[in-house]
């Protein structure tokens, strides 16, 4: 058996999937250091969840920082509206926490 | 609505301060202070409840929360009546209106209903979810306030952040190692009645239902755990009067435990609670005391079947009673007095070496009170009995106190007491209020060593 296989995974609500999306799309164009660090410990809080989410097909096009900031953080508003439980609503505003000290910054 | 809805809608007002910062303007900084005491208060509850249950390890987790600066400028009520000036001022009512309608439902819940076992998970995990996010916004009420030049208690939430954090963090984690099953929601107390005591017929089922009224009741304040420790030292005192057959251990051992009942009182002036209770114990207690009170009037006393049944209901009281004050100051509800502390006068307990006086006295009765329930249980074993040796102190030893008679008015007896037990009668129904001498509280501890967090790590198959 495929060891990965049989890690138990849940089913990814949909404004936390368009907000993975869209931060794994600005980790794939021009980044300085520390938007690379910020955006990438944003997408470490929003995957920091037990069983972890479906895999799904990784981000293909660059998306630019500051109009993916404001994308993520649209769905993030969505997603805490949404959220099925304390932990994933806490989760979203933390995860907008990170990307909005980013956008203070830039 | 349920307290999982409540505790949705918190999480969700939360989330929102997250991700629109809660830093607010001078106007707004007690809707900031309402809200972050009031989340504080309702995860200090529920985590001292479940960690009451079987897991210890997370108790670090307490111990952080109760670290917190708790600072309330106005009353709530003036708070969420009061126009906000900022949306982060806004946020922060909602969270106080949430977190206040959250620990209503929790405290109005059946234990049986609380989650336990595995289920409890669940709770620990959303409560060091909201914790971790309480330490965050630390960070944003410390800028509030150092804005204003309230510089000290704004170092006194960047202090406490970092530890919160932490241990908040791991804790969520540790949770998260299992599965998270979702608990059933919690179901209210039914209503409760009071049963009325015309006569000392009622009087063992009233103790017992005083019992059931003190373990169901989640608020108990300390003036109402002193009056009913008063209550069932008055009926200790009274039931051992009733008891006269020679050789009968359990008259001693009720005085003496009406003795440690009594030392109960006098220290509620230093605590303050934060929560009321129903006042249903209260009530039922003072049902008992004005039958007793009539039958002192009528020159009456309880009949050995009465006295015998009432007295082997009083150390379940007693223990309800320690049980009730230790959940009160472990959940954070009893503020102790800190003279000289600065604007910081009322805190909470900073754990087990940091103590209001009362639970020590309510231990100690609670320790004898095994000592009447077995010489309650006992046989009289007559005259001749070899003497048994006991932990009464001398002044109320029935060996050593002259004892003096006491004409019956209605029934001619002769009701015999003795001048111990009538000075602690006296003290115990004299003048329906309590004397309050006060002495200093211990030594303040304010770390406790840290605990080893103990979920073990479940394997995925």
Partial sequence: MNEISSIPTQPEPEHLAHTGDVLEAILLGELDLDARLSVGAALATLYDVFPPYNPRPAATESIDLRTGIRQALDALGSAVDEAGSVQEAVRAGRTARELRDLQDRL | MTYRQEMGRLAREVAKLLAEGGTVPSQDIPAALAGH?????????????????????????????????????????SIIMAPTRSRAGDLWTRVAKAANFAQQEWDQSTMASRPFGDTAWSEIADVA?????????????????NTVGRWREAADF??????????AQEVRRLAGTGPLPT?????PITPETVIPVPTPKQLPE???????????????????VELISRVVAETAVYAAGALRQPGDPAPAALRAHAERL????????????????????????????????????????????????????????????????ERQVKRGLWLMSREGNGPMRWTASLGSTDEPRILNRLREAHKHGATV?????????????????????????????????????????????TAAADELLDFLTGGGGITLNQSAQGPVHPREPRRLLTRPVQMVA
């Fill in chain 2, 129 to 145: 979810t909201l914790a971790e996010a309480v330490g965050l916004l630390d960070e944003d009420i410390a800028h509030s306030l």
């Fill in chain 2, 158 to 167: 960047r202090t406490s952040q970092t530890g919160l954090i932490g241990v």
């Fill in chain 2, 206 to 224: 009233a103790l017992e239902h005083l019992t059931a009224l003190i373990n169901s009741a989640n608020n108990l304040p300390p003036a109402q």
């Fill in chain 2, 262 to 325: 009594s030392a109960v009182t006098g220290h509620s002036k230093r605590i303050a609670p934060l929560r009321m209770g129903s006042g249903k114990a209260i009530t039922q207690a003072q049902q008992i005391h004005h039958m007793l009170r009539n039958l002192q009037l009528r020159g009456e006393t309880l009949s050995p079947r009465v006295a015998r049944a009432a007295a082997r209901a009083l150390p379940p009281i007693t223990k309800g009673l320690l049980d009730a004050a």
């Fill in chain 2, 37 to 77: 005491s009031s989340v504080v208060g309702l995860l200090r509850a529920v985590q001292a409840d479940l960690s009451a249950t079987e897991w210890r390890g997370v108790s670090e987790l307490s111990l952080e929360l109760a670290r917190q600066p708790r600072i309330n400028d106005q009353p709530l009520t």
């Fill in chain 2, 373 to 417: 329930s077995r010489f309650v249980g006992l046989a009289p074993t007559g005259s001749k009995a070899k003497k048994q040796p006991s932990p009464i102190p001398a002044r109320f030893s029935p060996d050593r106190s002259p004892t003096v008679a006491h004409p019956s008015p209605s029934s001619g007896k002769q009701l015999e007491h």
């Fill in chain 2, 183 to 187: 608990a059933q929601d919690l179901q």
